[in-house]
């Protein structure tokens, strides 16, 4: 792509050649375009979904339908061709869709030409000019970007509320802009200066070429007062840093540096390494996001905070531009995972020292569960009813969802789950179940009704310490299953004489019996609990009187109502 910038009126050219390879089985006789800045323009259907639901994203509200025609966004198809052929295209909102004259065949390629016309919108949402904290251009989703298809289809989802899917491709991108401005984002800099700055000046415009490789989107910034450091990241990785020239900032994101290189190296040896040589934090947006190689945060934050939000965007990196799940379809696999995952870097490189990092998440989902609003986790992200059950579901049930994992397998089998599955499916667009067989093949656990239970109805997890009897030396337990989501249950006991034990009911549906999480107890295990049976008791022959019974002394088994799974003698 070459582009070629109006800082005056923050509009711009644009110049795309694309060759399109179909590795699908299928013959394609149309694309699709995501032309994302149209969604900033009074009545786009981001504007109409943002006044109508019922708890409307602050940053949003009705902002979008206040903006004047030299304020709204907008990408202008001028012309689009096929192997040097016009074609025919129709716009529809945010996507382009275009009827081929020839059709791809499978394994066949195309070379699609295009030009277009783009104006910057004020920021909004993510992308825009001129943030809250006066970075001049968030430059995300700016370009007309190839839809996905696979073997769900098209993926040809409107800009509305959230989330994005992508195609692999090496982009090679040139920018000219106002020389006075600096350029940070995705790829290498290929004509660098010693300063870091692109080296080509032309009638008062900086020409930047960027190049990168293996990616699904690309993103960049601009602003004449950014202060760039690079810091030196794990296995040669270079660690890029932009942010405004603002003195009551600027010891904050020095400090960041360190803290980076350090979750990077934490995320490298728990999921995998990071396979780029390069990656920016970059000072713009709204709160933040993730895009290849980089990442955009709002930089006027406490230190905790602009360290919170680098770790879970920098965590991303993983989840969502490596893995790359459908986060429109399967947003808590991105959200949740990354939640999951930051939480923990968090509590080890900035020292928290809590017991359950995930126990925020817990409350969360907890909260939605008992609120009658819930939806199941297959929901489209665009659908949810209200942004809170977005929230809640993606990064805290999602996040539930894979430390509930550890409850069901063991927290062995949980990180070495992780890191097959990026062995296994880095840069393939995984789905839910190539998540949930690779945790099976690691455990040899059966997960399937695990993934559906909890993903794909609302269903809850309730389990309830229903009678504890003590009759001649012999103490009987009854456990009752309130909830229609089963468990295995790890069971605690405290006798009166302040000795402890604890007790395994595994899941027959699980056809597993993981390892004791606390080796230092006596551990017995019990004849499994089948799911149709919401009653279960069992003996302890031990001549002693119990103080107290507790289901899940871990806090890592999502159980909405924790309350009835303590017995406490009278």
Known sequence: ???????????????????????????????????????????????????????????????????????????????????????????????????????????????????????????????????????????????????????????????IAREFHGVWGDFDVTIKIDKDFIVGGTGYLQNSNKKGLAKKIKKRKRIWHYKAPSVHDFTWAADKDYIHDTYPGPNGVTLNFYYKN?????????????????????????????????????????????????????????FSSLVGVTSHELAHSWFQFLLATNESQHEWMDEGFTSYISDIAMNVVMEENKENPFISAYANYAYLANSGKEQPLSTHADRYATNMNYGISAYSKGEVFLAQLNYLIGKENVSKTLKRYFIQWAFKHPTPNDFIRVAEKVSGASLHWYLTDFTQTTNTIDYAIKEVKTENGTNTITLERIGLIPMPIDLYVIYDDGSKESFYIPLQMMYFQKSNPFPELKRTVLKDWAWAYPIYSFDIKSGKNIKAVLIDSTQLMADVHPENNVFEAD
């Open 246 to 302: 603002n003195p009551e900032i600027i010891e904050n994101w020095k400090s960041l540096q360190p803290k980076t290189a350090q979750l990077m190296e934490f995320f490298n040896k728990t999921i995998g390494d990071y396979p780029y040589k390069q990656y920016s934090v970059i000072q713009g947006g709204d709160g933040g996001m993730e895009y290849a190689m980089c990442t955009l945060i709002t930089g006027e934050r406490k």
């Open 1 to 159: 792509m070459d582009i070629d910038f109006d800082v005056t009126n923050h509009t711009y050219e644009g110049k795309q050649e694309l060759t399109y390879k179909n590795n699908s089985p299928d013959t394609l006789y149309k694309v699709f375009y995501h032309l994302y800045f149209n969604a900033f323009q009074p009545g786009s259907e981001m504007d109409v979904r943002s006044q109508t639901i019922l708890d409307p994203d602050r940053r949003v509200g009705d902002r979008i339908s206040k903006l004047s025609p030299s304020e709204i966004g907008y990408i202008k198809v001028n012309s689009l061709k096929q192997d040097g052929v016009d074609v025919s295209y129709n716009e529809k909102g945010t996507i382009l869709e275009v009827q081929l004259n020839t059709p791809i065949l499978p394994g066949s390629e195309t070379l699609f030409t295009m030009k277009w016309d783009a104006q910057v919108p004020l920021q909004i949402r993510r992308s825009g000019r001129y943030n809250k904290e006066g970075v001049a251009y968030s430059m995300t989703q700016w370009y007309p970007k190839l839809a996905e298809y696979d073997f769900e289809g098209w993926h040809a989802d409107p800009y």
